[in-house]
């Protein structure tokens, strides 16, 4: 780790390493411990059980006064999520609070693979399909689970 990091920094992704949130692997870049590789299991039951989802996060200057920036780079069929990997989640942007973790994030990105919500969408295609024809969008993101990741 870089003697230049806040502590809180350090604290929190040492604890992301010694104690892992299981279904979610973090592990800081080598040479930006502010630049993070995540990677997210599906979660059972849900759509996307069996895949293996890639996100990079990154801490801005202004953490923890300001959200860290999360996006997928593996290609998600997901209401919430658009086709840059772009995630509509509360505590990323108006519900942020200092007082909120990066483990509290990849747990909260982990609950909304659980539970889209078509009502506050970032995909509005997939939304509408969500809306129109749950069954038919279940499939299509069961389908780019296998399709986009499984695990490659």
Not at 38 to 49: A, F, L, M, V
Not at 68 to 86: A, E, M, S, W
Not at 88 to 112: E, F, G, H, N
Request: hydrophobic fraction near 35%.
């Amino acid at each position: 780790m870089s003697g230049g990091l806040p502590r809180r920094i350090m604290k929190e992704t040492q604890r992301l390493v010694t104690e892992p949130v299981p279904g979610i692997d973090a592990k800081p870049h080598d040479n930006n411990a502010r630049y993070f590789k995540i990677t997210i299991d599906g979660p059972k039951d849900s759509p996307y059980e069996g895949g293996k989802y890639h996100l990079e996060l990154f801490l801005p200057e202004e953490y923890p006064m300001a959200a860290p920036k999360v996006r997928f780079t593996t290609k998600i069929y997901h209401p919430n999520i658009d086709k840059l990997g772009r995630i509509c989640l509360d505590v990323l942007k108006d519900k942020w609070s200092p007082a909120l973790q990066i483990r509290t994030v990849l747990l909260s990105i982990q609950a909304l693979l659980s539970a889209p919500n078509p009502d506050d969408p970032l995909a509005n295609d997939v939304a509408e399909q969500w809306k129109s024809n749950e069954d038919q969008a279940v499939e299509t993101a069961r389908a780019w689970t296998r399709l986009y990741a499984n695990g490659n």
